[in-house]
């Protein structure tokens, strides 16, 4: 059902939306002209062949563009990297919480504002990058979301700075948020050999039904390095589409990690274009489901340059009933020659009844390119079961040690060590009973 | 201290033991000859509880109690190890933790308390020296990325932590240089003590000038076709195994 959203459409422009740029307007318009042309997508949609939004598009989420809730800072605490004094902005079931935003100084030449103030602050910025990455011709979510452009982070990195602490960006959903949708639009530029951490979480407290639908565009410029570390811990019975699109400039590098294991059902897409030579891109990421949970992920990485090269390892651990979606593609364009990519998916799966879909795709139109994709679906390592088993190791701890072993090869990938080790504490705790 | 009587076991309906008795008494050390498929790496998997192994018949006493009854924990809890011929990488498990862990259990099963990961490093500065080996081994992952050499050490470091009473080296020699041949002989003779007993599986004679057994065994077709001193293994190396097979089948 579209209709409500065109009518919440509607009463949106004539109130929240109208203190906006006249350019955010006219993009507005152009966003939800599309999203009734394309209408919420169908198992028919090859990018949406596995995952059935019909629980989305069946109850009706209303959208929350006033401040709500009553989230603490204690209650935040579980998910924050309490040992580190990071910049972190604090949006409250989709909008800014001066309150509970803060932390450590940045240098000059950066800057990390929500949307209103930066409407204010970055004006030229805004108009030049919102809107310009992440397509919504062909994105539905993206469409609804660009629609709806109310509230979000905006982080600038000027030229040659290398932020030595991440910056945190926090999406926190409470039960005010039942039956509601909160839409954060971000907005990351990274200039010419600048270096910097963004960290994008999304959490829920308690166990209310609600949609988040978050775009983050980036830009990355030449020889500049982005690491963005998204944490999806969304509450159990929530829906959730989050949608990362990065622009790459010549020699720069993004590492990117998506760890997915909240929600009812979810989908990451995280894109990335390589539109310049000599740069590359790294994505990895980790899901983690149990019960009736649905977890997709779509990557995509267009080579359009040559030169470049791109690494991809997702892992996923499912168990109960739960259902994983991989689709990875890369795209090779005639110019990229030279190209590096390596794609990779592996999935254990503890349950009989846990399932997986996975589908790497390469499209490779350049000739001379090395490439190679693969993906493998199993149960733990019976070699390695008794390995362990032969040193004494009971059989019960043993699979808890090969089931956290398996994500914790994927979760070593992250620089971050206070994001690293929050995940890996998290994972031992989640797969064995004793720390 | 180890009593194996007529012991057959097979691998996919193959069978490859068909006949094994060997006894085997605290202080000392066998060794176990034979060619390629004679079944020397089987027994010593079946020894140590391979799942993949299938008993078909005899019986294994360990200390009087029913070895073959034993889940593979249990056995090492119990003071067997095998030093495996391939050993297994296990990446995203750390050396440090996935020794402190077996260490732990192995006290747990002694009624003993946890040692704590402190008490726990001196212990492996002590062991390390013993292989040679450095402490950038104990952070990375259990045998991952490791060299031959590495990982055959790392078993005898685990063989060092975990003090079995019956220590199974199973073609521990095979890929070894002569320096990584010293390292391992020298940590398997300090670790030996009267009360424990050592079986060594290898092809070769080479190892056996360092880990000089009692007692030499040759296998063949899944049975010992001859038993001997230690001078059996140099008789071997020396004529190669063809006269014993041709002997066995005479």
Redesign the interface.
């Known amino acids: 059902m579209i209709e409500p959203y065109l009518r919440s459409f509607e009463a949106f422009s004539a109130n929240g939306g109208a203190a906006a740029p006249a350019w955010t307007r006219s993009l507005r318009l152009a966003a939800i002209t599309r999203f009734e042309t394309l209408g919420f997508p169908t198992t028919h949609n090859e990018d949406w062949h596995f995952t059935s939004v019909a629980p989305i598009v069946e109850s009706t989420f209303s959208p929350l563009t006033h401040e709500s809730g009553s989230v603490t800072a204690a209650q935040l605490t579980p998910f924050a990297f309490a040992e580190a004094d990071w910049r972190t902005l604090v949006f409250v079931n989709g909008r800014y919480n001066a309150s509970l935003s803060g932390g450590g100084e940045l240098p000059d030449g950066v800057r990390v504002l929500p949307l209103a103030q930066a409407y204010d602050e970055l004006p030229i910025l805004l108009e030049a990058y919102m809107g310009k990455v992440a397509s919504f011709d062909a994105h539905t979510f993206t469409a609804l979301n660009t629609a709806f452009i109310n509230d979000g982070a905006v982080v600038h990195v000027q030229q040659d700075i290398e932020l030595a602490r991440p910056i945190h960006l926090f999406f926190v959903s409470d039960a005010a948020s039942a039956k509601r949708t909160a839409q954060p639009r971000n907005l990351i530029v990274i200039d010419r050999h600048a270096k910097a951490t963004i960290v994008e979480s999304y959490v829920g407290i308690g166990d209310s039904a609600y949609l988040t639908n978050a775009v983050t565009e980036a830009v990355v410029g030449e020889g500049a390095t982005l690491t963005h570390l998204k944490l999806q811990q969304e509450s159990a019975s929530a829906y959730h589409v989050g949608t990362l699109d990065v622009r790459q400039a010549r020699g720069s590098h993004l590492y990117s990690f998506s760890f997915a294991t909240g929600g009812a059902l979810s989908r990451t897409n995280i894109y990335t274009e390589l539109r310049g030579e000599g740069g590359g891109a790294t994505l990895n990421g980790l899901y983690l489901g149990n019960g009736a949970q649905l977890i997709d992920h779509q990557t995509r990485i267009e080579h359009v340059e040559p030169n470049c090269y791109s690494r991809e390892l997702y892992k996923g651990i499912l168990d109960g009933a739960a259902h994983g979606v991989f689709n990875g593609k890369v795209f090779v364009h005639p110019a990229a020659q030279k190209t590096d990519g390596k794609q990779t998916n592996n999935t254990l799966l503890l349950s009989e009844r846990a399932q997986i879909d996975t589908k790497p795709q390469l499209e490779i139109f350049a000739d001379d390119v090395k490439c190679t994709h693969g993906a493998t679906v199993g149960r733990l390592d019976e070699t390695a079961l008794f390995y362990m088993k032969s040193r004494g190791i009971n059989a019960r701890t043993a699979r808890e040690l090969l089931t956290y072993a398996f994500a914790a090869d994927v979760l070593e990938t992250i620089d971050l060590d206070e994001v690293r080790h929050g995940l890996e504490a998290a994972t031992l705790r989640r797969y064995t009973e004793r720390t | 201290m180890l009593e194996i009587r007529d012991l057959h076991a097979s691998v996919a309906g193959n069978e490859i033991l068909r006949g094994i008795t060997l006894s085997v008494d605290a202080g000392t050390v066998h060794a176990v000859m034979g060619p390629n498929g004679s079944g020397k790496s089987t027994l010593a998997q079946v020894l ?4 993949a192994y299938e008993v078909t018949g005899g019986t294994v006493m360990y200390n009087g109690e029913d070895l073959l009854a034993m ?3 249990v ?3 119990a003071g067997i ?2 030093a ?1 011929q391939y ?7 750390s050396n440090a933790y ?1 020794l402190r ?2 260490y732990n ?2 006290r747990r ?1 002694r009624g003993e308390e946890e040692i704590d990961p402190l008490r726990f490093a001196d212990l492996m500065d002590e062991k390390m020296k013993l292989v040679e080996m450095d402490n950038s081994m104990l952070t990375r ?1 259990v045998n991952t990325g490791f060299s031959g050499g590495e990982k055959k050490r790392n078993e005898i470091l ?1 063989m060092a932590v ?1 003090e079995p009473k019956l220590a199974i080296l199973d073609e521990t020699d095979s890929g070894l240089d002569i320096d990584a041949l010293r390292i391992v002989a020298n940590g398997v003779n300090t670790l030996k003590k009267p009360a424990n007993a050592t079986i060594v599986v290898t092809h070769y004679q080479r190892l056996l000038n360092y880990i000089v057994p009692d007692f030499v065994h040759v296998l063949a077709g899944g049975r010992i076709v001859r038993s001997g001193g230690k001078d059996l293994a140099l008789e071997l190396e020396a004529r190669g195994y063809d006269w014993l097979l041709e002997e066995a089948v005479a």
């Open positions: 140590a509880g391979h799942p889940a593979p924990e056995r090492a809890q190890f095998l495996f050993p297994v990488e296990i990446p995203g498990v996935f862990a077996a259990e192995l099963a992952s685990q975990l």
